[in-house]
């Protein structure tokens, strides 16, 4: 079946310019994650979704980052006034569930961004 | 400190040998452990769960030293497609998962 597919794949952005980022889960996922990758680091964690209700944003760098799933399915990460340090590989995962500790989330391609 | 910490590498290995590597993880109340594999501007895909009684799967082997809070992965016979960047991930009795930086191995023929 499909997988989680992320859009744009590239976006080269001015610095100050606003960006939207989609994701669209694997069908039927009520998990929705985003995470930032810089160049040589891991992904870090940005901010979880449960169906359409944002249950944690802790690790979304600043207030100029947003992010929503008001439907419970598709997601968009929009970050305002983009900086150069935002930078980075933005991916998008999904899980069935979070019920059981060892629930495997299946990440997208990621958006690759850049800031000039 | 990081909450995961790899070798980076490279790892640069001919067709065929062994190569091993580790991860250390600093939060002990860690639950879940797994090795991803990412390839070069790909995403991380889920190459196998870490179990308490270390796991095999095909070349690949992974162990869990909870008291000295580290992750193995040893890979056997190694092939051309094996290389990638691998990715230690831990996860607590949530949601998130927390990655380390990766360690690239290259395997040459």
């Known amino acids: 079946g499909a997988g989680v597919s992320q859009s744009p794949r590239y976006k080269v952005a001015k610095r100050g310019q606003d960006v939207a980022l989609r994701c669209d889960p694997i069908s039927g996922h009520v998990s929705l994650f985003w995470y930032q990758q810089a160049l040589g680091q891991g992904p870090e964690f940005l901010t979880y979704f449960q169906n359409e209700a944002q249950l944690d944003k802790s690790g979304l760098p600043s207030d100029r980052f947003f992010a929503e799933r008001p439907e419970g399915s598709v997601s968009t990460l929009k970050i305002q006034r983009t900086q150069q340090e935002d930078s980075a590989v933005y991916l998008c995962a999904s899980s069935q569930s979070t019920g059981l500790a060892k629930n495997i989330q299946y990440f997208g391609a990621g958006t690759r961004l850049s800031v000039l | 400190r990081k909450e995961v910490e790899q070798d980076p590498g490279p790892f640069n290995v001919p067709e065929g040998a062994t190569v091993a590597f580790n991860c250390t993880y600093s939060n002990s109340a860690s639950q879940s452990f797994f090795w991803y594999r990412q390839d070069c501007r790909k995403e991380p895909k889920l190459l196998m769960s870490?179990?308490?009684s270390g796991n095999e799967d095909g070349r690949f082997t992974a162990q869990l030293n909870r008291a000295s809070q580290y992750i193995s992965l040893l890979i056997r016979d190694s092939k051309l497609s094996d290389s990638a960047t691998y990715l230690c991930v831990v996860k607590g009795n949530d949601y998130k998962l927390s990655f380390g930086a990766g360690t690239t191995v290259t395997v040459r023929a």
């Open positions: 870490v179990y308490s």
